[in-house]
């Protein structure tokens, strides 16, 4: 793997900057991944700890130079603290397809700010990563996931019965799908 194939890209929308999480943001992540609104769909339990987020932040690094994934930190322009995070996991070269996931500090939620960050590196996974297929795993009850990815041409496929193991239960989760030929029709 080259150099230049670990360089982190940098998005920037209207309101934000979408850019690599390093060490220094771990408070941020501490404060939002602790909150249980918000850890609620998340797969894992609210942290406790500074060093949970260090170990998430260590985990976004790794699967970014395995190239795997690739994981953003979202801020607003004017702030720029960590608010909320969105990326790409699962990547299958192969196939040409990934899965994609993300989360926002509750004092963000209903703001647009999620739409217009998964929106961001979904152009950017279908014109530079050449994703042809990008997945949104989402639980039942997570309506309003279902709705942001719905609101950017996402397609509900079908029903993944106890697909995940996370926190001591059974997951069911939706399978979305969104094609690069419907992304370039929105």
């Known amino acids: 793997m080259t150099k ?23 408070n941020s992540i501490l404060s939002y991944l602790s909150d249980e609104e918000v850890m609620k769909y998340y797969g894992l339990e609210p942290f406790n700890t500074i060093n949970d987020a260090l170990d998430e932040i260590s985990w976004y690094q790794s699967i970014h130079t395995n190239s795997t ?3 953003w930190g979202i801020t607003l322009k004017e702030k720029g603290i960590v608010i909320g995070s969105c990326g790409f996991h699962n990547i299958n070269p192969q ?3 990934t899965e994609i996931g ?7 939620w209903r703001k647009g700010i999620a739409v217009e960050a998964v929106e961001a590196i979904l152009s950017y996974g279908f014109e530079y990563m050449n994703f042809q297929r ?7 009850p997570n309506i309003p996931s279902q709705k942001l990815v719905e609101k950017l041409g996402f397609i509900r496929e079908g029903l993944l019965r106890n697909y995940e193991f996370t926190c001591g239960k059974f ?16």
């Open 134 to 140: 990008i997945e949104a795993l989402i639980e039942p």
């Open 171 to 186: 997951d069911d989760l939706y399978m979305y799908s969104l094609l690069k030929q419907d992304f370039d029709n929105i």
């Open 69 to 71: 994934g690739i994981r």
């Open 95 to 97: 196939h040409f397809r």
């Open 4 to 26: 230049e194939s670990l360089a982190f890209p940098i998005l920037e929308t209207e309101r934000l900057i979408l850019r690599k999480i390093t060490p220094d943001d771990a």
């Open 102 to 108: 993300f989360e926002l500090s509750k004092e963000q």
